[in-house]
């Protein structure tokens, strides 16, 4: 097999699994960029994945070709209300922020599994009718090679996580909103004294992480898992909390490490194709991202500076 047809079958794959951990790690910089530590990234992914299908399911018949689309949008809105508990409990109430996060996975799958079995009378529900299909880039697609590693068979959702990523990068670094934020993940107080809101900033923060967290489960509900159980988003959430540390806190670092994990997970699917990987047991591929997941931050959490403030809770007028 030659080396381009390797990249053809892995680059793709690897593309559309890294897309929900892009989404999903990108919310978790921008919490965790304000000072607010967020494990409940799982949750957040559960919940967004279980209201994409729900709506998708509902409403096909009525929005067509734009019920993937419009999926997304709900679970975005859907989750980054969900969010505000976890906001309120962590800098309203100032509470323990990594057992508000573990309290928000536990929560989301047990509503999530709770009203499916409630309205659908089962532990999951069907498969959905209108997902996000992969689609050839007109005219890229042609370009000799590249086309074929990059642009053929490729989802939407993948380039839409890029693409973000970037955009996020300039917000956070280059606008005076993106400055206030970072000001209160690592100096509150000096940001609280020149006439910035930190619990403002904070909630914030926290509620963009809520939409783009809800937007990486929805993405991976409508492109990969096609339906709703308790097995839908089994891990994603914390690969992706994992992204962000092993990305130092930064949207591109963040999308590099995702990137890496996507390309982790996607040899469970095209390992067995590939000369060197065709007699390693499947298993091995199965676990392989979990385990390069682990290696990646024991190999590099030592030089990864957290921002100040993260997980300090902020009460005005405090040192």
């Known amino acids: 097999m030659a080396i381009f047809d390797v990249l053809a ?48 399911l509902t409403f096909a018949d009525v929005f067509g070709a734009l019920t993937p689309w419009i999926s997304i949008l709900v679970a975005m809105i859907v989750s980054a209300i969900f969010s505000l508990l976890h ?43 209108k997902p996000f299909y992969t689609k050839n880039v007109k005219f890229l697609a042609d370009i000799p090679i590249i086309g074929d590693i990059l642009f053929r068979g490729v989802y939407a959702t993948s380039y839409i996580a890029i693409i973000l990523a970037v955009i996020l990068w300039f917000v956070l ?15 509150p107080m000096a940001a609280d004294t020149n006439g910035i809101n930190v619990p403002r900033m904070r909630y914030t923060a926290v509620v963009i992480s809520g939409a783009l967290g809800g937007l990486g489960g929805a993405v991976y509900a409508l492109t990969i898992a096609m339906n709703f159980s308790h097995a839908t988003i089994s891990g ?50 199965l676990i392989a991202p979990y ?26 007028g405090s040192r």
């Open 173 to 187: 670094f280059k606008t005076s909103f993106g400055l206030r934020l970072r000001a209160v993940g690592e100096h």
């Open 236 to 285: 994603q959430g914390f690969m992706s909390l994992a992204a962000v540390i092993f990305g130092k806190w930064h949207p591109l670092g963040a999308m590099g490490a995702a990137l890496f994990f996507g390309f982790a997970q996607s040899l469970s699917v095209v390992g067995s194709n590939l000369p060197l990987l065709s007699n390693v047991p499947q298993i091995f591929l």
């Open 9 to 56: 079958s892995i680059v793709p794959t690897a593309l559309f699994f890294s897309a929900p951990l892009i989404f999903t790690a990108l919310g978790g910089v921008f919490s965790e960029r304000s000072g607010v530590i967020n494990i409940g990234l799982e949750g957040l992914m559960v919940m967004g994945a279980f209201v994409a299908i729900v709506f998708n």
């Open 87 to 129: 906001a309120v409990a962590s800098i309203s109430f100032r509470a323990d922020q990594v057992v508000s996060g573990v309290a928000i996975n536990f929560l989301a799958l047990g509503i999530g599994l709770f009203l499916t079995k409630m309205w659908y009378d089962k532990g999951q529900t069907a498969a959905v009718e």
């Open 291 to 316: 385990v390069l997941t682990i290696l990646a931050l024991a190999g590099f959490i030592g030089r990864a500076e957290p921002p100040n403030a993260l997980g300090d809770p902020y009460i005005k």
